[in-house]
């Protein structure tokens, strides 16, 4: 789509999509009130459609086509406030749109069953290489390049029902080794210690597994329907699949080959060794089934899965759970080892519900490539970086529903129910209508009646019916 072409249309579907999902209200309980001057959502409104229509907010303030009521200081002021809680703004969002327009609609899993909800976790990087003076940029790592660079690690966690992604809560995480700090936070008034931009703060200098649990606080006051969270191995530590049991979730994440030790057949082990395990169980088993004389045509399994416990340290109880290997075809020793804290999940639920952990790594790609996350803002405050940031997930969100309104055969909703009633009456009538016609055909010519004679008979008999059936 030509965006600069049709900025009408987008601007009035911004205003729509705003409007549907009541975004004034949610702007207004997460902290966002009208200092002087413009109106908040007069504010957002323009933040949100000036990417759209392929320009920036410096550029527009010169050639003022878009923003002719807004001004670049009333658009900073609004970035930069320390009392606008946007964690809670994604998820009041996702709230409304889950409620209002995905939660009817429900898709089945391989086994036949309701597919559930998932919240999922994951970071991705945040350059800033050219900048020297951005507030609590710090030196990491990219797993991706196998580099280091200047910037952050933007934890997200979304919600997704296997096609649907929805932002809920994010943190640009900086770091909490003070090496690698490139620039110390700004000093922030006694009084602006108690708002969201001092935790926000504090959240980005903690360990990224501690900040992921606060992460899900919001997604659990929002009320989110989900019931497993997918994350990659980063966060598979049992000491974080302890604490994310604790909230009210399962825990479905890639496993990584470490010195953990897990509980399997009453002796601690590591992964590698229940995988080889795993292996001889099922050789030996194929070769009792060829003494039997029962069918083998399937050959080697290269799926198997253990049921083993995780050690809590801290003296719990430990928490049974299920792992899936899944064998690598070309090579019989290389594997991956996916974890599950429900062990009423089958082999194939296990792997085709860690599969819808995809669709956050596609959101990252999109806000990347085609919304310009990383060039959005080139501020050096902290709190108009998260709030731009912010910004960017809420088009993602608004593009999501979108294309989940525009693409998805279930998505038309109460339309396509009424319209499927409407065939099957006009069908049912017509049926009717034949039926009732060839009865009274047949007895004409059956004992030569006259068809007037007939068609009273039919009336009365007609009338003389209940009322739901006359209906």
Same mark, same amino acid.
């Given at each position: 789509?030509?965006?600069?072409?049709?900025?009408?249309?987008?601007?009035?579907?911004?205003?729509?999509?705003?409007?549907?999902?009541?975004?004034?209200?949610?702007?207004?309980?997460?902290?966002?009130?009208?200092?002087?001057?413009?109106?908040?959502?007069?504010?957002?409104?323009?933040?949100?459609?000036?990417?759209?229509?392929?320009?920036?907010?410096? $550029?527009?303030?010169?050639?003022?086509?878009?923003?002719?009521?807004?001004?670049?200081?009333?658009?900073?002021?609004?970035?930069?406030?320390?009392?606008?809680?946007?964690?809670?703004?994604?998820?009041?969002?996702?709230?409304?749109?889950?409620?209002?327009?995905?939660?009817?609609?429900?898709?089945?899993?391989?086994?036949?069953?309701?597919?559930?909800?998932?919240?999922?976790?994951?970071?991705?990087?945040?350059?800033?290489?050219?900048?020297?003076?951005?507030?609590?940029?710090?030196?990491?790592?990219?797993?991706?390049?196998?580099?280091?660079?200047?910037?952050?690690?933007?934890?997200?966690?979304?919600?997704?029902?296997?096609?649907?992604?929805?932002?809920?809560?994010?943190?640009?995480?900086?770091?909490?080794? *003070?090496?690698?700090?490139? $620039?110390?936070?700004?000093?922030?008034?006694?009084?602006?210690?108690? =708002?969201?931009?001092?935790?926000?703060?504090?959240?980005?200098?903690?360990?990224?597994?501690?900040?992921?649990?606060?992460?899900?606080?919001?997604?659990?006051?929002?009320?989110?329907?989900?019931?497993?969270?997918?994350?990659?191995?980063?966060?598979?530590?049992?000491?974080?699949?302890?604490?994310?049991?604790?909230?009210?979730?399962?825990?479905?994440?890639?496993?990584?080959?470490?010195?953990?030790?897990?509980?399997?057949?009453?002796?601690?082990?590591?992964?590698?060794?229940?995988? $080889?395990?795993?292996?001889?169980?099922?050789?030996?088993?194929?070769?009792?089934?060829?003494?039997?004389?029962? =069918?083998?045509?399937?050959?080697?399994?290269?799926?198997?899965?253990?049921?083993?416990?995780?050690?809590?340290?801290?003296?719990?109880?430990?928490?049974?759970?299920?792992?899936?290997?899944?064998?690598?075809?070309?090579?019989?020793?290389?594997?991956?080892?996916?974890?599950?804290?429900?062990?009423?999940?089958?082999?194939?639920?296990?792997?085709?519900?860690?599969?819808?952990?995809?669709?956050?790594?596609?959101?990252?790609?999109?806000?990347?490539?085609?919304?310009?996350? *990383?060039?959005?803002?080139?501020?050096?405050?902290?709190?108009?970086?998260?709030?731009?940031?912010?910004?960017?997930?809420?088009?993602?969100?608004?593009?999501?529903?979108?294309? $989940?309104?525009?693409?998805?055969?279930?998505?038309?909703?109460?339309?396509?129910? *009424?319209?499927?009633?409407?065939?099957?009456?006009?069908?049912?009538?017509?049926?009717?209508?034949?039926?009732?016609?060839?009865?009274?055909?047949?007895?004409?010519?059956?004992?030569?009646?006259?068809?007037?004679?007939?068609?009273?008979?039919?009336?009365?008999?007609?009338?003389?019916?209940?009322?739901?059936?006359?209906?």
């Amino acid at each position: 789509m030509d965006f600069t072409n049709n900025t009408d249309t987008i601007t009035s579907q911004v205003q729509d999509f705003s409007r549907r999902f009541k975004i004034g209200s949610i702007l207004r309980l997460c902290g966002a009130h009208k200092q002087k001057g413009i109106e908040v959502l007069k504010v957002f409104y323009y933040l949100s459609t000036l990417l759209f229509c392929g320009t920036s907010m410096n $550029r527009d303030q010169k050639t003022r086509k878009y923003g002719n009521m807004v001004k670049k200081d009333t658009c900073h002021r609004f970035l930069q406030s320390m009392k606008m809680d946007w964690n809670r703004f994604l998820s009041l969002l996702a709230k409304e749109i889950i409620d209002k327009d995905l939660l009817p609609i429900r898709r089945n899993d391989c086994k036949g069953e309701q597919k559930p909800f998932f919240l999922v976790a994951d970071d991705s990087s945040y350059y800033r290489n050219r900048s020297k003076k951005v507030e609590l940029s710090a030196r990491n790592w990219d797993h991706a390049l196998r580099r280091y660079y200047k910037g952050f690690r933007m934890l997200t966690l979304v919600w997704t029902d296997g096609v649907s992604v929805l932002p809920v809560s994010f943190c640009n995480m900086s770091t909490c080794d *003070q090496k690698k700090l490139l $620039r110390q936070s700004k000093k922030l008034a006694a009084k602006e210690k108690e =708002d969201f931009g001092f935790k926000i703060r504090r959240l980005a200098r903690q360990k990224m597994n501690d900040t992921l649990l606060d992460l899900l606080d919001v997604a659990t006051a929002a009320k989110l329907q989900a019931r497993y969270l997918l994350c990659d191995k980063w966060f598979a530590n049992p000491a974080t699949i302890f604490a994310v049991k604790a909230k009210g979730y399962d825990v479905i994440c890639m496993l990584k080959n470490s010195s953990t030790y897990y509980l399997y057949k009453g002796e601690r082990r590591k992964l590698g060794q229940i995988f $080889r395990m795993c292996v001889k169980d099922e050789r030996i088993q194929r070769k009792l089934n060829r003494k039997a004389g029962k =069918d083998d045509s399937k050959g080697r399994k290269f799926l198997f899965s253990a049921t083993i416990s995780l050690i809590n340290k801290d003296g719990g109880p430990n928490q049974e759970s299920k792992i899936v290997f899944v064998r690598n075809r070309n090579k019989k020793s290389e594997y991956l080892a996916i974890l599950s804290t429900d062990g009423s999940l089958s082999e194939d639920q296990i792997v085709e519900y860690y599969c819808c952990r995809w669709g956050i790594e596609t959101m990252f790609q999109t806000c990347k490539s085609f919304l310009c996350l *990383q060039k959005s803002t080139q501020s050096l405050d902290y709190s108009e970086i998260h709030a731009s940031t912010a910004i960017v997930m809420f088009q993602y969100a608004m593009l999501s529903w979108l294309n $989940r309104q525009n693409s998805d055969e279930l998505s038309f909703g109460e339309l396509f129910y *009424q319209l499927l009633e409407d065939v099957q009456d006009a069908a049912l009538f017509h049926a009717i209508e034949l039926v009732l016609a060839l009865f009274v055909e047949t007895l004409a010519s059956e004992y030569s009646m006259p068809p007037e004679k007939l068609n009273e008979a039919m009336n009365k008999f007609l009338m003389q019916l209940p009322e739901k059936l006359k209906t």
